[in-house]
T-cell receptor, first 116, second 110 residues
Framework: NAGVMQNPRHLVRRRGQEARLRCSPM?????VYWYRQLPEEGLKFMVY????????ESGMPKERFSAEFPKEGPSILRIQQVVRGDSAAYFC??????????????FGPGTRLTVL | DQQVKQNSPSLSVQEGRISILNCDYT??????FLWYKKYPAEGPTFLIS?????DKNEDGRFTVFLNKSAKHLSLHIVPSQPGDSAVYFC?????????FGTGTSLTVIP
């Protein structure tokens, strides 16, 4: 059973470009979380999605950031018009339905975004 | 506003001795707490969790202690092994969200 997959692992963008980060959850997992880790900081919750639904996006910046988790295919975190401050590691985690404890939350290896 | 804090960015311990990693939190509504371990260029890996209604949970060499009155939890690793060298994050759960500390880098010296 493959783990959580994220791609690309490294992404370089120039200011003003768009960044698309993909996350394929573990098989059978229908819940996806996105986190951002800025240098010297901990992981910051961004958004929690279930298939075709955004459950909690209170951690997402109000502008330029969006996330989706379609019925088919990976979850996508999209950052439009990137700025240097968006440079960070972005982690995705997935968990199965009806999990009570996040000992069932599995993290992907992360995507490191660098904005030039 | 950092609701979960790890005030020690790094810790060095001799192999075989006990490692104690600390974490403080501010929100009394958290319902459970977790510790994750992270190696460079990898995602965090779950280590151990504890419900807010308990004060101790043990799993092999790892024990987590929760002091609700002090809003403090700690992770004890005994005996420490070189393979335990990693960054350790504590996290707290409330509602749909997980709040992470900034991590403590543990180095176990052979």
């Amino acid at each position: 059973n493959a783990g959580v997959m994220q791609n690309p692992r490294h992404l370089v963008r120039r200011r003003g470009q768009e960044a698309r980060l993909r996350c394929s959850p573990m098989k059978g997992h229908s819940h996806v979380y996105w986190y951002r880790q800025l240098p010297e900081e901990g992981l910051k919750f961004m958004v929690y999605l279930q298939k075709e639904n955004i459950i909690d996006e209170s951690g997402m910046p109000k502008e330029r950031f969006s996330a989706e988790f379609p019925k088919e295919g990976p979850s996508i975190l999209r950052i439009q018009q990137v700025v240097r401050g968006d440079s960070a590691a972005y982690f995705c985690a997935s968990s199965p339905p009806n999990s009570l404890y996040t000992d069932t939350q599995y993290f992907g290896p992360g995507t490191r975004l660098t904005v030039l | 506003d950092q609701q979960v804090k790890q005030n020690s960015p790094s810790l060095s311990v001799q192999e075989g001795r006990i490692s104690i990693l600390n974490c403080d939190y501010t929100n009394s509504m958290f319902d459970y707490f977790l510790w994750y371990k992270k190696y460079p260029a990898e995602g965090p890996t779950f280590l151990i969790s504890i419900s807010s209604i308990k004060d101790k949970n043990e799993d092999g060499r790892f024990t987590v202690f929760l002091n609700k009155s002090a809003k403090h939890l700690s992770l004890h690793i005994v005996p420490s092994q070189p393979g335990d060298s990693a960054v350790y994050f504590c996290a707290a759960h409330r509602g749909n969200q997980f709040y992470f500390g900034t991590g403590t880098s543990l180095t176990v010296i052979p």
